[in-house]
């Protein structure tokens, strides 16, 4: 049994506390709105008053945050983990962020004697929930093989791809085409709605297609029912985090002098959606949001 600290209970970080709690660890849980400890208090998490305490109380720290200013806010505000002594200390940084951040808060830790690691996932909740994640760890190979156990209890595969920054250029990467997707399949969608076929048949003929997506054999139910107008339930992962991370993706290709056209466009309809009050829905609605649009 592991003494594990999470810091961050957005819906990731709720789902990995919970995952942990099940795989027999002792967590201890912060969070800015505290009300968001409660459900894993419940479940037998104790709770930390502040990052610095959760820190000085575990073996190993796991922030999962917004975006980089949140993350700059929970390890250096007063009662940041950097105030604590992370001598002997494991830091596994989950959030998605730009590879500046993590390459620039790696020194900061290794300076209070702790190992960092970065490891942001692909997936949602769901198998976060399942242990049936996609790790893409980044650092140094001894300090990725220590955090591999632990990781090894939230994900299906593991891949360590390379030093400290890699991992957030692979998350940004393997998330543009998902985002692109649900657009873009929106957008096929408005030429054939016309013929009135049941959408959930329509998804499973696109699944079976050469052009099809994986995400249509794991997602394409729920996009049938976006499509029907239903209720999606829960919301995994919203437009409004899509928007975060495209952004991210435009920021990143422009530091390195290039330019991602299709990315900018899906962005534009992506604001569309937000502004017509999509933003807290679901990605998987975003197919929904497009058919029916009328030129202006």
Request: glycine share 12%; charged share 20%.
């Amino acid at each position: 049994m592991a003494r594990i600290g999470i810091a961050g209970l957005g819906r990731m970080g709720a789902a990995l506390a919970a995952r942990l709690l099940e795989t027999g660890n002792a967590v201890t849980v912060w969070n800015r709105s505290a009300e968001k400890c409660a459900p894993l208090a419940a479940a037998g998490a104790t709770l930390a008053e502040s990052p610095a305490a959760l820190a000085g109380a575990v073996e190993v720290i796991v922030t999962v945050l917004t975006d980089a200013a949140a993350v700059e806010a929970v390890y250096a505000g007063p009662q940041g983990i950097l105030a604590a002594d992370l001598t002997g200390r494991l830091v596994i940084e989950m959030s998605t962020l730009r590879p500046e951040a993590p390459q620039a808060l790696a020194p900061r830790v290794e300076a209070r004697g702790g190992a960092f690691v970065e490891c942001p996932v692909g997936g949602t909740t769901a198998p976060a929930r399942q242990g049936r994640l996609l790790g893409l760890a980044a650092g140094r190979a001894e300090d990725v093989a220590r955090a591999r156990p632990l990781l090894e209890q939230l994900c299906r595969r593991i891949e360590h791809v390379g030093p400290i920054g890699a991992g957030a250029s692979m998350k940004l990467a393997i998330n543009l085409p998902l985002a692109l997707y649900y657009q873009t399949l929106g957008e096929a969608v408005t030429l054939c709605a016309h013929l009135g076929h049941d959408p959930a048949w329509l998804m499973e003929l696109f699944g079976d297609t050469t052009g099809g997506a994986n995400v249509l054999k794991i997602r394409g139910g729920t996009i049938a029912r976006a499509l029907q107008g239903a209720d999606l339930g829960a919301t995994a992962f919203d437009i409004d985090g899509i928007r975060k991370d495209l952004r991210a993706m435009l920021a990143e290709a422009s530091a390195r002098g290039a330019r991602l056209p299709m990315t900018e466009t899906a962005l534009t309809a992506y604001d569309s959606a937000a502004a017509a009050g999509w933003g807290g829905r679901d990605g998987s609605a975003m197919p929904a949001f497009w058919p029916g649009r009328t030129i202006t």
